[in-house]
């Protein structure tokens, strides 16, 4: 069998699992409370990243020293956005809510991402995108009051979905910033220097944590939370996701990232024996199709 033939079969399978990879990241999320506090676990997760990251862009790095060092607020601003509030936020609003509400508000990021590109980078937007903005958006908001819109004011609001609608609203800042400062260094090695910046920004978070009376002691347990975290929705799905998208094109790639919410809700039903409602089964039906229209690209006649 061809080389090249190999390899696209090889795509073919793992870009399936990748959603699985970061789905992990929210039983992650949901084991950690009185295990390891959010920001020590998100400051473990991405300096553990961060460091195989490095190492396996040290010569990149190393030869762009100076061209990282003239940018490095970039860095700190990306580090803060990624890894303190979509990492140590999720975990913070996992406390409360569940990892299914995590995996659909999450889910509906490429809408913001969408409507950001148009706004801040002047792309254009269809009327067929802007259906589906209202009823992603329309989504996720039936998850967030539980599909109860003719009993708001009985709606037990739980501040955890909060959490997470930030780290959604973060997330698309995220990634259009790193359209607004395109960079020279490679997919690995920039990560690694956002990486870089993340740590530095969690680390005065986490020294506040572990001063905390409440901290629970350091044990086994944590130790595999923040290694779990750190190499399959960290290293592992971003390694597989980047290779897939070179070998395969990124908009068939990016299509298998539907399935997130699925995954992590038959993990979180299985896994975490979470209960699934009717409202995340009918939010689900709204963001899905509704990123689908959003970040759908129109075939050339």
């Known amino acids: 069998m061809p080389r090249l033939e190999l390899h696209h079969r090889w795509a073919l399978t793992l870009i399936w699992f990748t959603p699985a990879l970061w789905a992990v990241n929210y039983i992650v999320a949901r084991a950690a409370p009185g295990v390891v506090e959010p920001h020590t676990l998100a400051l473990g997760r991405w300096a553990l990243a961060g460091a195989l990251l490095a190492f396996m862009a040290r010569v990149e790095l190393w030869r762009e020293r100076r061209a990282i060092a003239a940018v490095w607020y970039e860095y700190v601003v990306l580090g803060s956005l990624g890894m303190l509030v979509c990492g140590a936020w999720v975990y913070v609003g996992a406390k409360t809510t569940g990892a299914m509400n995590i995996a659909l508000i999450y889910s509906a990021s490429p809408v913001l991402i969408a409507l950001g590109a148009v706004v801040w980078l002047g792309e254009r937007f269809a009327a067929r995108q802007v259906l589906g903005v209202v009823v992603a958006m329309a989504g996720v908001m039936h998850v967030i009051v539980k599909g109860q819109w003719t009993a708001l004011a009985n709606v037990q609001w739980v501040a955890g979905d909060g959490w997470i609608v930030l ?126 229209l959003v970040t759908r690209t129109t075939r050339a006649p």
């Not at 690694?192 to 901290?215: D, K, N």
């Not at 908009?251 to 024996?273: D, I, K, Q």
């Open 167 to 292: 780290a959604m609203v973060s997330w698309a800042l995220y990634a259009l910033l790193q359209k607004k400062w395109p960079s020279s260094l490679s997919a690995t090695a920039r990560l690694a220097a956002i990486c870089a910046g993340g740590v530095l920004v969690l680390l005065p978070f986490a020294v506040w944590e572990m001063g905390l009376p409440s901290t629970p002691a350091w044990s086994r347990q944590a130790t595999w939370l923040v290694v779990v975290a750190a190499l399959l929705p960290g290293l592992g799905a971003y390694l597989i996701y980047g290779w897939s998208q070179k070998i395969l094109g990124a908009s068939r790639v990016a299509v298998t990232l539907y399935l997130g919410p699925l995954y992590a809700a038959l993990a979180a039903w299985g896994v975490l024996n979470e209960p699934l409602g009717w409202h995340h089964l009918f939010g689900a039906a709204l963001i899905l199709p509704g990123v689908f």
